[in-house]
């Protein structure tokens, strides 16, 4: 089944632990990108990857990292989280940037920064 | 990217067609018109999109309007599982932001 996968779904964390939040996806998508939704301010967009080893900022980027070591997956890291980022976060794919060509989501993870 | 603009929410029957409005004033040339729905819990899903053409798949129709200044999904036998939050997105076809920017979007509620 073709499908974007997200890893974990739900995490609660403390300020300063360094978390990675795994997304993989099946369809040898060249296009990823990372959400963040926040009530109010819908889906904002951290990171995108265009392919392998090409990454760019979104709108929201501080205080994240990203890496496109494989065309599969697209990690989202938070080196010291903090409480702002409690957000539910979406990873898509495409295949690839084209704007004629549909994004696929995976079914979020719920962060929590204490 | 442009802008749109949607109802805050609708209300349907189930069984019934819906039209989701959708009002994009600014679009260009090269702005795709993409719809998609977010279901409660669950992350968004693409539902249809277009350029000039209406366009037709299994989940819904798009209607495009001649001037492209407004657009209508339809929905054409709503069931229960099609509640859902609706967005209405725009995506310039010509810069390299291949972002795609979301508005409130429309809550779309079924009766039975």
């Known amino acids: 089944e073709a499908q974007v996968t997200q890893n974990p779904r739900y995490l609660i964390t403390v300020t300063g632990k360094k978390l990675t939040v795994t997304c993989s996806q099946n369809?040898?998508?060249?296009?990823m990108s990372w959400y963040r939704q926040d009530p109010g301010l819908g889906l904002r967009q951290i990171y995108y990857?265009?392919?392998?080893?090409?990454?760019d900022k979104g709108d929201v980027p501080e205080g994240y990292k990203v890496s496109r070591k494989e065309k599969r997956n697209f990690p989202l890291i938070l080196e010291s989280p903090s409480p702002n980022q409690t957000s539910l976060y979406f990873c898509?794919?495409?295949?690839?940037?084209?704007?004629?060509?549909?994004?696929?989501f995976g079914p979020g993870t719920r962060l929590t920064v204490t | 990217d442009a802008k749109t603009t949607q109802p805050n929410s609708m209300e349907s029957n189930e069984e019934e067609p819906v039209h989701l409005p959708c009002n994009h004033s600014?679009?260009?040339?090269?702005?795709?018109i993409h719809w998609y729905r977010q279901l409660p819990s669950q992350g968004p899903e693409y539902v249809i999109h277009?350029?000039?053409?209406?366009v037709n798949n299994r989940m819904a129709s798009l209607a495009i309007a001649e001037d492209r200044k407004s657009s209508t999904l339809i929905l054409h036998r709503a069931t229960l599982r099609d509640a859902a939050v609706y967005y209405c997105?725009?995506?310039?076809?010509?810069?390299?932001?291949?972002?795609?920017?979301w508005g409130a979007g429309t809550k779309l509620i079924i009766k039975p």
């Open positions: 898509a794919s495409s295949f690839t940037g084209n704007p004629s060509y549909e994004q696929y």
């Open positions: 369809m040898n998508h060249e296009y």
């Open positions: 990857s265009m392919n392998v080893e090409v990454t």
């Open positions: 600014t679009i260009s040339g090269t702005d795709y």
């Open positions: 277009g350029l000039t053409s209406n």
């Open positions: 997105i725009l995506r310039d076809g010509e810069t390299s932001n291949y972002q795609l920017i």
